[in-house]
Nanobody, 124 residues
C-alpha cells in the first residue's frame, strides 16, 4: 500500500495558478503510475491528469488540456499537478492516486491508493 498526502490547495482568483503536491510513502514510488482526479459538490469524481512511472508519458483531460500538467520527482517520492489559467469551474477537491498497472489512466477504478484530497477554490 502507498500512503499519499496532497498539499498546495487553496483559494485563488480566476486566471491564477496553483501547484499541488502529492507526497508518497510506504512503497517504491517509481513502481506506480500517478493520477490526479477531482470531485466538485454534487458531481462524480473525474479524471484530471496522469503520469507514468518514470514520467515518460503524461495524459490530461480535455477540460484541462494546455492548462494543467502532471509531473513527478521520483527522488523526492512526490507527484505534482501544475494548474495554470484557473477557472471557477476548476473548483473541486483534488485527489492524487497511485496505480500499479499500466493503461486506463482516466478511470478511477484502476487506482489502488488514494490521498485524502485538497480543496481548490477558484473565485471569479
Amino acid at each position: 500500500q502507498v500512503q499519499l498526502l496532497e498539499s498546495g490547495g487553496g483559494l485563488v482568483q480566476a486566471g491564477g495558478s496553483l501547484r499541488l503536491s502529492c507526497a508518497a510513502s510506504g512503497r517504491t514510488f517509481s513502481n506506480y503510475h500517478m493520477g490526479w482526479f477531482r470531485q466538485a459538490p454534487g458531481k462524480e469524481r473525474e479524471f484530471v491528469a496522469a503520469i507514468s512511472r518514470f514520467g515518460g508519458s503524461s495524459y490530461s483531460a480535455d477540460s484541462v488540456e494546455g492548462r494543467f500538467t502532471a509531473s513527478r520527482d521520483n527522488a523526492k517520492n512526490t507527484a505534482y499537478l501544475q494548474m495554470n489559467s484557473l477557472k471557477p469551474e476548476d473548483t473541486a477537491v483534488y485527489y492524487c492516486a497511485a496505480k500499479y498497472y499500466s493503461g486506463r489512466y482516466n478511470s478511477p477504478t484502476g487506482y489502488n491508493d488514494w490521498g485524502q484530497g485538497t480543496q481548490v477554490t477558484v473565485s471569479s
